[in-house]
């Protein structure tokens, strides 16, 4: 069996808390350059962009020197470079910092701030943050919670336990509890376990529901509801797919207030827009942490704002 080439540590630092991109030159086609094979793998950049990150010296190899536009290519090789960041506007709520030790870092995230880089969000993502304002280079993420989502985030310290802390989140062997502030059916009957199969394609902004064997599982249970028809739900999901809770809330006919998506299929909320935050929380989080043994349990501070003041919230205030 032939082994894989082991992957070098990364010859530049961090920028602003964000890794710099490391590309491995794929076998099979061929290009005559790494440059070619650059150009054409990152032709989303734009014309020019490619031919000037080499002008400049900013594809470097793993010692760390320049790699010249006409290096011949070799499968297998690795190179580095930090793309530009996308112009970002600053998302004006701090990251509480709810548990830290010298393994993990436990954060309550704010709406509208991306657990870590992609797309249009890079800086302005609770992983490149915490980085910055802990001043750990090192720290990644255990697991994801959307960008519109508030609550709870697991960070690891030391990469060589992050995959252990992943693993427990791939085997569900961490106990997740989500709060959610909807319309209130006093009809629905709850509690209730909602299956279903849920399935969503890669660049489409919804999930759907499809026949076949369950695959999303959630409980959902009434906590509280008042006389102007609202209600406080306790969510605890059994699997992970994505846009899981939104999806089973909305198929109950209790769609959770704020969500762009389900029903209807709005504009998606642009950056800087801080009205009317999905009102979905990732309230606990609880697990026996793998590396020392100690039972962990977390709660959020926050408070869900059209619980608190609906008015407000539906004003945008």
Known sequence: MRRRRPIPPSPLPQ?????????????????????????????????????????????????????PADTPYAPGMFVWFHREPPVEVPVPFPLEVVHRDEHIVVVDKPHFLATTPRGSHVTQTALARLRRELGVPELGAAHRLDRLTAGLVLFTVRPEERGAY????????????????????????????????????????????????????????LAAHRADGLGRYRLVPGTGQTH??????????????GDPLYPEVAAPVPAGDFRRPLQLLARKLEFTDPVTGVEHRFTSGRMLAAWSSYEDWAAGQ
């Open 166 to 221: 992943q693993t427990l989140f791939r085997d569900r062997l961490v106990h997740k509890e989500y709060e959610a502030v909807a319309p209130y059916d006093p009809a629905l009957d709850l509690p209730r376990t909602v299956r279903s199969r849920i399935v969503k394609e890669r660049g489409v902004l919804t999930a759907e529901e499809v026949e076949g064997e369950p695959n999303a599982v959630t409980r959902v249970e």
């Open 15 to 67: 920028r602003d808390g964000v890794d710099p991109v490391r590309v491995r030159l794929p076998a099979g086609e061929r290009w005559a350059t790494v440059r070619e094979h650059l150009a054409q793998r990152l032709s989303a950049a734009g014309p020019g962009v490619v031919d000037g990150m080499f002008a400049a010296g900013l594809i470097v190899g793993a010692d760390g020197r320049s790699v």
């Open 244 to 257: 899981q809770l939104r999806v089973h809330m909305n198929t109950l006919g209790v769609p959770i207030l």
